[in-house]
């Protein structure tokens, strides 16, 4: 409890002695007053001790000084944390081990590197994840020139040279794992893989007064140093997202809740932070911020505060104080993009108690004005906004590239809110990481190329996926030419080596538990990699080089290397979905912004363009657009953006500003195109649910654009190559002259209209450089359309086929070991890559979207990373002096096939999740006349009656399955199949033949009922029985 300054002589006086007397008897002496402890530093001859109040530490000379942590001890210790300090200092002379526990943010961590910092001990520092296992704790086996053995990994260093354990994030790892640790906590023992057993220091050293040390080692015992202890940090799991702890882990740690400052020693860290504000302003922020950390926020189910980051968050106001404090909230906390409305109601009842709702009183910044080296500052750049009515010039850090002054670029087309956002985000910048959440396909990643190019950053971009493990973020392991194992440095070490902004494509998608292994990374700048190399904040390097007088080189061999000072991390996600559970597992429609998360960056929040914005957009990036065309386009989009029906929001998804885009772009190459047509291909309408397909129909119809009818005429689909030339109707393409020339594919194939119109919208999409995507059931000939569109072209293709055990690793590479050593062999994917073939990847729904969403950056942006980190690079002039990449070739394209989302299909919605990446192409079943002319060419000699029932039957029972009477949709592959028995074995009957067909459905007696009916219509006597008259006439 805190006391009270009060006034003396008042009654308050009076009252507050009564309640000391009561709550004296309860609460002990230390209860109800707070005693001050002081820190103090006494050097003696014989070494140093620490003195925090009347507890003395003495200290020892580090073995390894450079283990050490520098610089975290801040020039005025709060009371709070000089109690923290004491209390771990009584448990380490007690030699117990600590557990600090409490909400998340840096503190936690902060206050034992302090301690450690303070009495001069070593530490070993571990990040748990899920996939943390036994072998990071104790022993890892390493190959050297052909001998395998065990190198001791951190638990085991620590415990035999006296170093601390500090162990993050307990609740993140997996139920038993760490059991291991259980006998070290309690005994100091450990049974070690290679033989050896750690042994207590007391135990230890009684059996040397019995034998000699050579005796002990023989017998592989090694002694556990007394200085030995454990730090644990973890969350109070219920309360956060995790695993419990286990009870026999738990009663082996002594536990002490390091919660948030106290609003004073908070109070005045903020006001030296932001000399420039008026105190009353960042006391209403603090205050608003312990509100929502209060146990009745919880309960109504608004998630914590980050009380930490309000030290940037004020840096920020310090240089702009005419920035609004709502703004500056939602970056800290974005309610309106993680709440329902109820909780932004609550909020903004908290916003208004301390008068900060004053978004519509100050505007925002509305430009960048200018953006230069800084003439004083290496490595970083001056950036002037113009915020209000006069301009603010403040530093931020900046890359190694020259700068590009704003709105210079050609791909770039400068919008007011965008260009209002890349302000707000330049001021976010010189403070801390930033996070862009916005809706797939509304410019996340064009908007941080921009910011990244006006401050001169390379970008290393990393797209992540949901079972990307721990490993995949940090260094991966992989084999010598010699056979030796070794690891290799992940593109994220590299850029903080190298000082570049690391793009972190969809942290939406990742696991929680993985993605907290940053967590040190984007606090501190810190990252202990996993073979022993640690990464220090610059000015942290930099003492640490002072004090012990060590070359660069030095800190090297003893793998300690400095995070560049430029370098920042920028993280785009999808916005989180507000009424999600918090439990679901499903990877569409998570709540993934936890409190854990809020603490990491500075967020904002992508809004979509307005629609003069977006015309704007569309006529600077395709120049000859029709201007009704693009005016009808944005009428109908906007439309069903402003519904809040979410049948209106799906079509509205299908409709990104990336699609809208493409469409834009097809129309100002072919004019005549109904816009319709483009829109339904968009939305894949064709297998919309029957009421979303309704509801487009309304919608376009309300917007007056009218599906201009395709001219039936057969010669606009007629198909000539002629002297080098392919010509589909009236679209014209050079054909392909390939080195390989065996890989283009020959197919049998009989023309028919509707698939020749098909041929003709992925030519025209081919010449515009597009990736194809091809949906449709199953047998409607999607895999013969795109051999015979290849086998016209000349194209060589590369053919990849999903499913539902494809891995990332699957997908680029295929390992293989030749003569002990693990090469690894290019995969269709990357062979398409090398030589501009075509890949074809066949059934791309069946495998996991969190697998295939890794050919987004391909697509987008022509990068790529593989597993044994060679990289795919676009422009040959990036590629240049850069080893390990392989340069896209210009000729490379996709086009991928999947069936329809929905039952009866059983694969993933591949559309939902990547369709707005590529050109979408809906195939159908031929139409009766074309499917009639087709199974002609299959059976010459049936029947044309015969082919006419099938042909009418099979019409029937499609229409059906589109209606949803029946589930299985019947496709004109099982036509054909029974049209060639037929051709074969004519003498067999009608009714006989199709049960090939109908078995599968003759023990499900509704369905076999439904089926009979429809085919006796036509005349097929399948499962007739003489009650049944209802067969046509011949």
């Given amino acids: 409890m805190h006391s ?4 003396s002589g008042s009654a308050a006086v009076v009252a507050s002695r009564r309640m000391r007397n009561i709550l004296g008897a309860v609460l002990g002496r230390d209860g109800w007053m707070w005693k001050t402890h002081e820190v103090k530093l ?25 283990l050490v942590p520098v610089k975290h001890i801040s020039d005025s210790l709060p009371q709070t944390v000089a109690q923290h300090l004491r209390w771990i200092m009584q448990k380490d002379l007690l030699g117990q081990d600590v557990f600090l526990i409490g909400p998340p943010g840096p503190l936690r961590r902060s206050i034992a590197m302090q301690y450690l910092e303070l009495t001069k001990r070593e530490v070993e520092y571990v990040s748990l994840s899920r996939d943390t296992t036994e072998t990071d704790l104790k022993q890892r086996r390493e190959i050297r020139s052909g001998t395998a053995f065990y190198i001791d990994q951190c638990a085991v260093r620590a415990a035999t040279q006296g170093r601390v354990l500090v162990l993050e994030g307990l609740e993140k790892a997996e139920r038993n794992v ?4 259980n006998n070290l906590l309690e005994n100091r023992e450990m049974q ?23 005796e002990l080692d023989s017998w592989k015992i090694v002694r556990v140093s007394e200085d030995f202890r454990v730090i644990a940090l973890g969350l109070p799991v219920p309360k956060y997202k995790g695993n419990p702890l286990d009870p026999p882990l738990r009663s082996r740690f002594q536990a002490r809740d390091i919660y948030y400052l106290p609003f004073k020693d908070q109070l005045e860290l903020l006001y030296t932070a932001g000399p420039n504000i008026a105190a009353e302003r960042v006391s209403q922020l603090l205050s608003l911020g312990t509100t929502l950390c209060s146990q009745e926020s919880s309960n109504l189910g608004l998630p914590d505060f980050p009380v930490d980051s309000l030290l940037p968050a004020v840096h920020v106001l310090n240089t702009f104080p005419m920035l609004s404090s709502q703004q500056l909230v939602q970056r800290l906390y974005p309610y309106p993009s993680i709440l329902g409305k109820d909780g932004c109601r609550a909020v903004e009842g908290v916003l208004s108690r301390f008068e900060l709702l004053d978004s519509r009183r100050q505007p925002a910044p509305s430009a960048i004005v200018n953006v230069s080296m800084a003439k004083d500052l290496e490595g970083h750049a001056d950036v002037t906004l113009r915020a209000v009515d006069k301009d603010v010039t403040f530093q931020v850090p900046a890359g190694s590239k020259e700068l590009r002054p704003p709105s210079s670029s050609s791909t770039f087309i400068s919008t007011p809110s965008h260009s209002q956002l890349i302000a707000e985000m330049m001021q976010s910048h010189m403070a801390k990481d930033i996070c862009l959440i916005g809706a797939k396909g509304c410019g996340k990643s064009v908007i941080a190329r921009e910011f990244a190019e006006m401050l001169g950053y390379s970008i290393e971009p990393v797209m992540l996926y949901q079972d990307m493990t721990a490993r995949d973020l940090l260094q991966q392991r992989y084999t010598l030419p010699n056979g030796d194992t070794a690891w290799r440095p992940s593109p994220l070490v590299t850029a903080a080596i190298e000082g570049k902004l690391l793009l972190l494509d969809g942290i939406h998608r990742v696991n929680l538990g993985t993605l907290t292994v940053l967590s040190r990374l984007l606090h501190d700048r810190e990252l202990d990699l996993y073979d022993g190399t640690r990464l220090l904040r610059w000015d942290r390097y930099q003492t640490l080089k002072e004090q012990l007088d060590f070359s660069d080189q030095q800190l090297q061999e003893r793998s300690i290397l400095p995070i560049h000072p430029s370098f920042r991390v920028l993280a785009l996600a999808e916005p989180p979905v507000v009424a999600a559970s918090t439990s679901s597992s499903s990877s569409r429609g998570q709540q993934w912004l936890s409190p854990e998360l809020l603490t990491m960056f500075l967020y904002h929040t992508v809004s979509p ?7 704007g957009l569309i006529q600077g990036l395709t120049h000859n657009v ?10 109908l989009t906007h439309s069903l953006r402003k519904t809040n029906d979410p049948t209106a929001q799906s079509l509205a998804s299908s409709l990104s500003t990336r699609q809208l885009l493409r469409i834009c772009r097809r129309l100002s190459q072919y004019p005549e195109e109904s816009i319709a047509r483009s829109v339904n291909k968009a939305c894949l309408s064709r297998f919309l649910p029957s009421l979303a397909r309704a509801y487009l129909e309304k919608t376009l119809a309300n917007c007056s654009i009218e599906d201009t009818p395709y001219p039936d005429d057969t010669h606009d689909t007629s198909c000539t190559v002629k002297d080098g030339v392919l010509t589909i109707g009236n679209v014209s ?22 698939h020749m119109l098909v041929m003709k919208d992925m030519l025209k999409d081919f010449l515009l450089g597009e990736h194809l995507l091809l949906v449709g059931n199953q047998g409607v000939g999607k895999n013969k359309i795109v051999d015979r569109f290849l086998h016209l072209l000349n194209r060589p293709r590369e053919y990849l086929q999903l499913h539902r055990d494809t891995t990332v690793q699957t997908l680029t590479l295929q390992p293989s070991v030749r003569n002990g050593i693990i090469t690894y062999e290019d995969s269709p994917l990357v062979k398409a890559v090398k030589l501009g073939h075509i890949l074809v990847i066949d059934e791309a729904d069946k495998a996991p979207t969190n697998v295939t969403c890794i050919l987004k950056t391909l697509v987008e942006s022509g990068e790529m990373i593989l597993a044994d980190g060679r990289r795919i690079v676009s422009d040959a002039h990036g590629a240049e002096g850069r080893p390990n990449t392989i340069v896209m070739h210009p000729d490379f394209r996709m086009l991928v096939l999947a069936n329809r989302p929905g039952f009866p299909f059983l694969g993933n919605d591949f559309f939902g999740a990547l369709g707005d990446i590529f050109s979408c192409h809906a195939v159908d079943n031929p139409k009766p006349q074309a499917e009639l002319a087709m199974l002609k060419q299959y059976g010459p000699n049936v029947p044309d009656a015969t082919l006419q029932k099938l042909v009418a039957a099979f ?7 589109d209606q949803g009477t029946i589930t299985y949709p019947y496709s004109t592959r099982e036509v054909v199949n029974i049209v060639k028995h037929l051709q074969k074995f004519p003498e067999e009957g009608l009714a006989n033949v199709v049960r090939n067909v109908f078995d599968f459905d003759s023990y499900n007696k509704d369905m076999r009922e439904v089926l009979i009916e429809a085919l006796h219509k036509h005349g097929i006597p399948i499962g007739a029985k003489p009650s049944s008259v209802k067969l046509a006439k011949e």
């Fill in 733 to 754: 393409a050079p054909v392909y002259n390939p080195n390989e020339k065996i890989k283009v594919p020959d197919v049998l194939f009989y023309d028919n209209p509707q």
């Fill in 626 to 635: 029709p201007q009704e065309a693009a005016e009808q386009l944005l009428h």
């Fill in 955 to 961: 019409g029937e029972l499609r229409s059906m399955a």
């Fill in 178 to 181: 760490l059991p291991v640790l």
């Fill in 42 to 66: 006494i050097n003696t001859s014989s070494g140093g001790t620490v003195k925090i109040g009347e507890i003395s530490y003495k200290l020892k000379t580090p073995q390894n000084p450079e």
């Fill in 192 to 214: 070690l893989e290679d033989g050896r057993f750690l042994m207590s220091a007391e135990r230890y050293d009684k059996l040397l007064q019995e034998h000699t040390k050579e």
């Fill in 4 to 7: 009270q300054i009060l006034c």
């Fill in 609 to 615: 363009l307005a629609k003069a914005e977006e015309m």
